[in-house]
């Protein structure tokens, strides 16, 4: 008897614990300002686990939509898929941008010729067409020298192949299959640097911790080659790859207080963290605006899919509902 107690006394506990855990999945790009919300949380909760995962955009989805987590990191809105699914296993949800970002494109220190490239390159580079077509430098500018090209990029599920795909070729999805893909931004990082061919994208902030093995490639859009810095992210001339970043909220997690607590504490702290980890916050109304959205419960989403949010300003995102 007194072992049973023991065993029933020990698993009361362990409920208690996982109740006190959050369980947070998604996108890569996202991860730094979530993890770094969660540690200064941590700080003050320390009774509270936030358990951030990475398994990119989609596949952060499809544990939300099984009810596995109860926030998902997103680098694009909620495809129609994902939001079905939610549908079917009566989940609602709750949108909430937290930041800004520049999709970045990058080379190895050691590529001493490619500064600029127009969006109809990066389409040449990258389009399902150039699979073992375009397989040399000298193929996308002639000027460029016949040095061997390796493509390298998140795979299928991260929100930031959708948002490229869609904002370069005009479709998400679509893509040359042969460059080397991970979810992972840090070996994308380290296949970039060790290759003098190499390029490949990903979020702003990532750059910014690796800037001593990568060099930027400034994106001709039609107005000009320019960089993704803070300032051209904020005033829209980085175009097209500026976008917004997103947290989903489950509002079933909502009866649980932990949930609401870190939830707004990852609104009131996003700005300083967001900027610190290397992206783009919102502007203080912004945040007004998204702590309004939160404890006025409002539910689904403002976009009706990714390609809704290629060239939204931080201005024009702030005036959806």
Known sequence: MKK?????AALVLAGNMFAQSIQIDGSSTVY????????????INPKIKVLVGISGTGGGFKRFGNGETHISDASRPIKNSE??????????YIELPVAYDGLAVMVSKKNDFVKSLTVKELKKLWEPA?????????????????????????????????????????????SRSDY????????????????KGGLGYFGLAYYEANKDKLSLVAIDGGKGAIEPTIETV??????????????????????RPEVVQFVEFYIKNAAKLSKEVG???????????VMK???????????SDTAKTIGVTIADLLKME
């Open 83 to 92: 939001k079905a699914a939610c549908r079917k296993s009566g989940i609602d």
């Open 130 to 174: 150039a699979k073992g077509n375009v397989t040399k430098w000298n193929q996308v500018r002639e000027s460029f020298p016949a040095e061997k090209i390796r493509l390298f990029g998140p795979g299928t599920d991260s929100g930031t192949f959708d948002y490229f795909t869609e904002a370069i070729m005009g479709k998400s999805g679509q």
């Open 4 to 8: 049973l107690m023991t065993m029933t």
């Open 279 to 289: 992206y783009i916050p919102l502007p203080d109304d912004g945040y007004a605006a």
């Open 32 to 43: 730094p300002i979530t993890e770094a919300v969660a540690e200064e949380f941590g700080k």
């Open 180 to 195: 080397t893909a991970s979810e992972d931004d840090n070996v994308l990082v380290e296949g970039i640097a060790g290759n």
């Open 293 to 303: 959205r939160f404890q006025k419960r409002v539910t689904g989403s403002a976009f």
């Open 234 to 255: 904020k005033n829209g001339t980085y175009a097209p790859l500026s976008r917004p970043l997103f947290i989903y909220v489950s509002t079933a997690a909502l009866g």
